[in-house]
């Protein structure tokens, strides 16, 4: 059974840091793409940040972009997502999401769409105080 687990949410102040941590078990997912979203409350899910395959290729959301920072350990099949200058409007469920596929290539849009991604975890809170 695939899982992907994610840590290292809670509860700080704006211009905190915390790190994310998303563990994968179940298949290895060194060779896809994968990402994270975010779900504030009363929102839509969207897109954060996302991580090709090799590493080689990050996106971010613009409001997120120079604060958040992805990285895979492929030895590890795990990703994380440091997140920097915490901001109230940060404050959300952050969900890791990972493509089924392997190895293969995408437009910057598809890293950005919600529909690339086969499996997903079951989140974890941050919430941000001003």
């Known amino acids: 059974q695939v899982q992907l687990v994610e840590s290292g949410g809670g509860s700080v102040q704006a211009g905190d840091s915390l790190r994310l941590s998303c563990a994968a078990s179940g298949r290895t997912f060194t060779s896809s793409v994968m990402a994270w979203f975010r779900r504030a409350p009363g929102k839509e899910r969207e897109f954060v940040a996302a991580?090709?395959?090799?590493?080689?290729?990050?996106y971010y959301a613009d409001s997120v972009k120079g604060r958040f920072t992805i990285s895979r350990d492929n030895a590890n099949n795990a990703m994380s997502l440091e997140m920097n200058s915490l901001k109230p409007e940060d404050t959300a469920v952050y969900y890791c999401?990972?493509?089924?596929?392997?190895?293969?290539?995408?437009?910057?849009?598809?890293?950005?769409?919600?529909?690339?991604?086969?499996?997903w975890g079951q989140g974890t809170q941050v919430t941000v105080s001003s």
């Open positions: 999401a990972a493509d089924r596929r392997l190895r293969t290539t995408y437009t910057e849009s598809h890293y950005r769409s919600r529909s690339l991604y086969d499996f």
């Open positions: 991580i090709s395959w090799s590493g080689g290729i990050t």
